[in-house]
């Protein structure tokens, strides 16, 4: 569920759930260029023991897509799912993907002809799932990494503080902070600045969530807190895991409005946070 709740946030109208009792996606990726050339719809159906046990069921689908590329490509999920065994690799398959179109997009193969597909494929290419496809124009992950020198003093005083847009859904308004930090110590200052702001620290719910690289140890420093919104925090820090951010936190404030929102909560969460980090 959480993957799905992340997925859905870093791709937006891109993913589309096909049916959610029976865990069906489909993702349409392009080559990422202001006009792309190079297309492919994704569909997952993601079984009972995934991820733990069993590898999710997908279909690959482009006019284009056959033989020798369809072969590639299949193999190169393949190595994925063997090389992440019981992790969630969603994500990776998708990136994978956009990879090898990027590819294709700057070599010197020729423009697909979409015209010339077979029956076969028109009966299987998914388009009833799919919404309105707009290419994205960043590249949401060069914009995440806010990376440290070596050299780099490390300075304590709290660093700018980015807030994002507020989504506002049934009178409950949800709004992200976001702030470079490489200590904990720097986590602790930049929530006390946020908390001097009374608007802020009149909120139903601060859920925050952190990532620190330790160069030294090659590992992540990072936790969460839910702030009283189950759950929550950790669902926030999986899609920043999922988005590989470093060295970066984000707090997302909730004032409630007196109406249950149900899930529609954390997916207002997930793309709050997500705006703030690709901005």
Known sequence: IDEIEALSSIYGEDWCVVDEDEKIYCIKISDCLDQ????????????????????????LNAPWLRGQ????????????????????????????IREVLIEKAQSSDPEPDIKKSSEEVDEDDG??????????????????????????????????????????????????????VVTPRQVKKVLEKL?????????THNIYAYRIYCEDKQTFLQDCEDDGETAAGGRLLHLMQILNVHNVLVVVSRWYGGILLGPDRFKHINNCARNVLVE
């Not at 193999?75 to 990136?95: K, R």
């Open 195 to 203: 908390y001097e702001n009374k608007k802020i620290a009149s909120a």
């Open 69 to 96: 590329d369809y072969a590639e490509l299949a193999n190169s999920l393949e190595e994925i799912y063997i090389q992440n065994l019981g992790e969630s690799i969603l994500y990776l398959w998708v990136e994978k």
């Open 36 to 59: 792309p050339k190079w297309t492919l719809c994704l569909q997952v159906i993601l079984p009972p023991g995934y991820p733990t046990a069993e590898p999710p069921i997908y279909q």
């Open 127 to 180: 388009d009833d799932f799919l919404l309105d496809y707009q290419p994205t124009k960043e590249d949401p992950i060069k914009m995440l990494n806010y990376i440290t020198s070596e050299s780099q003093e490390v300075d304590e005083e709290v660093q700018p503080i980015h807030h994002g847009n507020p989504i506002t859904d049934r009178r409950s308004t949800f709004q992200a902070h976001l702030a470079p």
